[in-house]
C-alpha cells in the first residue's frame, strides 16, 4: 500500500510515518514539554530556512507579550547555527577566546549576585583579498542577563545566568561579533540566549521592560581607580610591551592574568593598552 508522503527540510520526499517519527522525536528529545504548536513552529521555520530539525538549530524561547498580556514561545536560531552558517562561507578564518572584564558583586533583584563586567570576543573573516579582517565586540552582563520573571516578576538572574555567567556572556558577545563579520550569512535576527528573559513589545524583540522599572532594583558597588603602585607599573609595563607586538599577542596576555591582575590595571588601563596593540598591529600590516 502506498503511503502519502512530503518533504523534509532538505527537499527530500519522507513518508507520513517518518515524519511522525521526527515529529515525536523532537517532542520527547530535542524539545521535551514542547507543545505541538510550538513544534510546529520549528518545523515550519526548518522548512522555510532548509534546516535539518533532527540537529536542533533552532531553539523555542517563551517570551512575554506585552500586546496580548501573555507568554508565548518564539522561535529563534541559536548560537550553533550562527557558527554553522559562518563556516558555510568558507571564509570564517577562527575566532579569539573570550576576554572577560573583572568580576563584579551587584544586587540585582534583591539578590547579591557575582559576574564578569563585559566580555570581548574577535571573529576573523578570510576576505577575497586574502585579508584577514577583525570583528570585534563587547557586550555586558548587565545588558544580557535573563531574568527568572514569573508571577512575581523577579527581576534576579535566572539559574543559567547565576550559574554559567561567563558561558552565557560569551554566547551573546559571539552572537554579536558574528553578525559583524558575516552579516549575510547569519542574518540579523539575534540569538536564542540573547533574547530569553526578555520581552515583545509591539511585535518588536526587545529587552524586557519590566527589568528597567523596578527603580533601585539593581545596586552597583563603586569601583575605585586601582592605586598606581610599582607593582602595577611593572605589570602595565610588560602588558605594554606585549601589546606592541599586536592584538593577539595582548589578548592571550591579558586572558592569563589573574582577576586581581586585572583590577590591578583597571578597565581604563586596559582599554589604553588595547588600543596600543590595535595601532601596532596597523603598523604591522601597513605596506
Not at 552579516?183 to 536564542?192: H, I, K, R, W
Not at 592574568?257 to 600590516?285: D, F, Y
Request: net charge negative.
Amino acid at each position: 500500500m502506498n503511503q502519502m508522503t512530503t518533504r523534509a527540510a532538505g527537499g527530500d520526499l519522507i513518508t507520513e510515518e517518518q515524519a511522525g517519527a521526527i515529529r515525536t522525536a523532537l517532542k520527547t528529545s530535542l524539545y521535551p514539554g514542547a507543545s505541538d504548536a510550538s513544534v510546529d513552529l520549528v518545523l515550519a521555520y526548518c522548512k522555510a530556512a532548509g534546516l535539518d530539525p533532527m540537529k536542533k538549530p533552532v531553539h523555542i524561547v517563551p517570551m512575554w507579550d506585552n500586546k496580548a498580556r501573555t507568554m508565548r514561545d518564539v522561535v529563534m536560531p541559536g548560537i550553533g547555527l550562527y557558527r554553522t552558517d559562518a563556516a558555510r562561507t568558507g571564509e570564517f578564518a577562527g575566532m579569539s577566546k573570550p576576554v572577560f572584564g573583572p568580576m563584579v558583586t551587584e544586587n540585582v533583584g534583591g539578590r547579591e549576585v557575582t559576574f564578569p563586567e563585559w566580555c570581548e570576543v574577535t571573529v576573523y573573516r578570510q576576505l577575497r583579498s586574502g585579508h584577514i579582517a577583525e570583528y570585534t565586540a563587547t557586550e555586558y552582563w548587565i545588558e544580557n542577563y535573563a531574568i527568572k520573571g514569573g508571577k512575581d516578576q523577579d527581576q534576579s538572574p535566572n539559574a543559567m545566568w547565576t550559574k554559567r555567567a561567563r558561558g552565557q556572556l560569551a554566547k551573546c558577545t559571539e552572537a554579536q561579533a558574528l553578525r559583524k563579520a558575516f552579516p549575510e550569512a547569519v542574518g540579523s535576527q539575534p540569538t536564542a540566549e540573547e533574547m530569553e528573559g526578555k520581552a515583545i513589545i509591539d511585535g518588536e524583540l526587545v529587552r524586557d521592560e519590566r527589568r528597567s522599572s523596578t527603580a533601585g532594583a539593581i545596586t552597583r558597588q563603586q569601583q575605585t581607580e586601582p592605586q598606581d603602585t610599582p607593582e602595577r607599573q611593572a605589570l602595565y609595563a610588560s602588558l605594554q610591551e606585549i601589546a606592541s607586538a599586536g592584538l593577539d599577542a595582548y589578548a592571550e596576555a591579558w586572558g592569563k592574568l589573574t582577576p586581581e591582575q586585572r583590577k590591578m590595571i583597571g578597565q581604563s588601563g586596559h582599554e589604553t593598552l588595547k588600543s596600543e596593540a590595535e595601532r601596532a598591529e596597523a603598523e604591522v600590516i601597513e605596506p
